[in-house]
């Protein structure tokens, strides 16, 4: 383990979003590797949009997915208050999370991502089928849906309306599930999901055996390299700090669509991040450390 630029940290878990639980297991699992790689740790449980940090905190952990945790605004409170905690910063955090601000700095850095537009309820879809229809700012695929066929169209359109007045609709591209994990600036091993399912849902992330996970991804050199540039430049185009996670489409002629950062990715049992920094020769506590001792006030 590295020396330690702090003694007593907090993980702060929970929040406010639809992606809570998944935050609690992440938490939980953090906190538990913190704890091995040495640091007096405080767990803080968040139900709203407070913190409350102990006296004698040196620097936070935040393991909160989604709304508040994901999208600057607790990010924005811990820098108001001086209080040093991991990733990235506020105005990051917000690009990589609003999925349509995301996808505006990709086209403005030439970078490849699925064609797009946004919608509100009554306007009409100008991209071909299939597609696919998110609300801009959810993870763990949490209100998106597939449409393959005109039928399928209203109710995937109708169900992400059910999360945000607009919805993000993507061409829908063919081929592998591929993500990369960034690490202080380095790109660890690709990764590829392969779902038992049709699509990688909620489910199918975080329920143990409904999804195989290949790493390294059994991918010529020239793609794997190819796709590591790429996630190293997303994450530099979106102005990231510390740690992260690039999804990415492989079609079948080889072309690369990224789909999205993740700047706090999970850290459950079935979690990508570490089985990554595990690939690349790094234990779970030491992931954490690496993590945790990068925390700053920015």
Not at 47 to 68: Q, Y
Not at 91 to 117: I, N
């Amino acid at each position: 383990m590295t020396k330690k630029k702090f003694r007593r940290v907090a993980v702060l878990k929970g929040g406010p979003s639809a992606e809570r639980e998944v935050s609690l297991r992440s938490g939980a699992g953090v906190a538990k590797g913190l704890r091995e790689a040495g640091y007096e740790v405080d767990e803080i449980l968040l139900e709203g949009e407070s913190v409350d940090i102990p006296s004698g905190v040196e620097a936070v952990f935040i393991a909160l997915h989604g709304r508040f945790g994901e999208d600057g605004g607790l990010q924005e409170m811990l820098r108001r208050r001086g209080i040093a905690y991991t990733g990235s910063g506020p105005e990051a955090s917000r690009r990589s999370f609003d999925k349509r601000l995301t996808k505006q700095a990709l086209v403005r850095e030439g970078l490849p991502t699925p064609a797009y537009e946004v919608l509100r309820d009554g306007q009409a879809r100008t991209l071909p089928l299939p597609v696919v229809v998110k609300p801009p700012c959810q993870g763990s695929s949490i209100g998106v849906y597939r449409a393959m066929t005109e039928s399928e169209w209203p109710g995937a359109l109708a169900g992400a309306l059910e999360h945000d007045a607009e919805v993000l609709v993507e061409s829908f591209v063919e081929g592998r599930e591929l993500t990369v994990s960034i690490l202080d600036g380095e790109a660890l091993p690709v990764l590829e999901i392969r779902p038992l399912e049709p699509f990688f849902s909620y489910t199918a992330k975080y329920t143990a055996g409904r999804s195989e996970f290949l790493v390294p991804a059994p991918l010529p050199e020239e793609t794997a390299s190819r796709c590591r540039n790429l996630a190293r430049r997303t994450f530099r185009a979106l102005g990231a700090e510390g740690f992260g996670r690039v999804d990415f489409r492989l079609a079948a002629d080889g072309g690369l669509f990224i789909l999205e950062l993740n700047t706090i990715p999970g850290f459950t049992e079935t979690s990508l991040f570490p089985k990554a920094a595990r690939a690349a020769g790094m234990t779970f506590p030491e992931v954490c450390d690496r993590i945790m001792s990068r925390a700053s006030v920015h």
